[in-house]
């Protein structure tokens, strides 16, 4: 099968979700950075939800025997996806990567929404969040 890959690595837009921890709100985050970026170099070691939102259009010239494949080469964490209004898949992820067929959902411009919850704590010595590629892979026979 042969394959070509678009980098979604920049720029992403990210805002902190938690809004209670420990009795006590935290200040708002939210700000823009380029993928990949672990858990830690944003947040430090805080424990929490955090939304991360990317916006692309459609992959050009796509031809009916060609797939589009939304892959993630390292996530960690306790993950949902949505892809426009569509959520794709909330799973518990450790690091591996994971891919979903995205070829009906594609439109013209696209918003990508990954929403992460993780505690740094728990793994100190692990990296968390998007700390991989991600990217659209183009597949065809």
């Known amino acids: 099968m042969k ?3 678009i980098q979604l690595k920049g720029p992403w837009d990210y805002e902190w979700k938690t809004v209670v921890v420990d009795g006590l709100e935290p200040a708002s985050q939210s700000g823009t950075v380029t993928m990949p970026r672990d858990w830690q170099s ?3 070691d805080r424990s929490g939800t955090a939304e991360f939102r990317r916006k692309f259009h459609r992959p050009s010239n796509l031809e009916s025997h060609e797939t ?3 892959n993630f080469t390292e996530i960690r964490g306790l993950v949902a ?3 426009n209004r569509d ?3 909330e799973f518990n992820r450790n690091g591996p990567a994971v891919e979903f067929d995205v070829t ?3 439109k013209e ?3 990508l929404r990954v929403e992460i919850g993780f505690n740094p704590q728990s793994e100190p010595d692990v990296s968390g969040g998007l700390c991989g590629l991600v990217g659209l892979d183009i ?3």
Do not use: A, K, Y
């Open 3 to 5: 394959s070509h890959r």
């Open 81 to 83: 996806v949505w892809l």
């Open 42 to 44: 944003i947040f430090g």
């Open 68 to 70: 589009v494949i939304l």
């Open 104 to 106: 009906s959902l594609l």
């Open 139 to 141: 597949r065809w026979e």
């Open 109 to 111: 411009f696209n918003e």
């Open 87 to 89: 959520q794709l898949r």
